[in-house]
């Protein structure tokens, strides 16, 4: 069964129990919601529902992709399809698709959503695609495998680097906090 709007206001109404903070930054998505637009599809404007994933290796370093579309350095992830279930495990196809690690050798930290960002995208004259926003629901999910075969089309290199790499400061102070927390066991 495809994700349902439910399943999206489910989720951001989990994650807001934990992080009443980001309520006002998140205020759109459940407007959208409010809206009844079909946010997992990326046709749907202003913006759009998208899956990430923050993978922790077993060195405490997280997974970077360089996106070969924008020719930046980004985590895993991507649109949800239709034959998605869940937002946790969109992310976890699309970790599969781009980086060839398989979803039996990675664990889900859980199942709400870590960081909830919103970010703009340019438009895309190749794909017909005006300028949107993605909602990317990021999971943070462990690993003790390596990178798999990249998916060509859309993933030029991979690298693991250090948590400190990441750009967004609220995203990396929750991961350090997740660490912390529960240190991943090798």
């Given at each position: ?6 399943h ?5 109404n ?13 205020a ?10 079909d ?114 089309e ?24 997740t660490?912390?927390?529960?240190p991943?066991?090798?």
């Amino acid at each position: 069964m495809p994700i349902t709007a439910q399943h999206i206001r489910a989720t951001v109404n989990a994650y807001l129990d934990q992080r009443p903070e980001d309520k006002r930054k998140i205020a759109v998505v459940q407007g959208l919601l409010d809206d009844d637009g079909d946010l997992t599809s990326r046709k749907t404007l202003p913006g759009h529902v998208t899956a990430g994933v923050i993978l922790v290796g077993r060195d405490g370093r997280v997974l970077h992709i360089l996106h070969s579309a924008t020719g930046k350095w980004l985590l895993p992830g991507g649109h949800i399809e239709p034959s998605d279930n869940t937002l946790l495990q969109a992310a976890g196809r699309e970790l599969a698709e781009e980086t060839g690690i398989p979803p039996y050798v990675v664990t889900p930290h859980s199942e709400i959503p870590l960081h909830i960002d919103v970010h703009p995208i340019d438009a895309n004259p190749v794909k017909d695609e005006p300028a949107h926003q993605h909602f990317d629901f990021r999971f943070l999910f462990r690993t003790t495998a390596d990178i798999g075969e990249l998916q060509a089309e859309e993933v030029a290199d991979a690298a693991w680097r250090s948590v400190e790499s990441l750009t967004d400061e609220q995203l990396k102070r929750r991961v350090v906090r997740t660490l912390l927390k529960d240190p991943f066991a090798t």
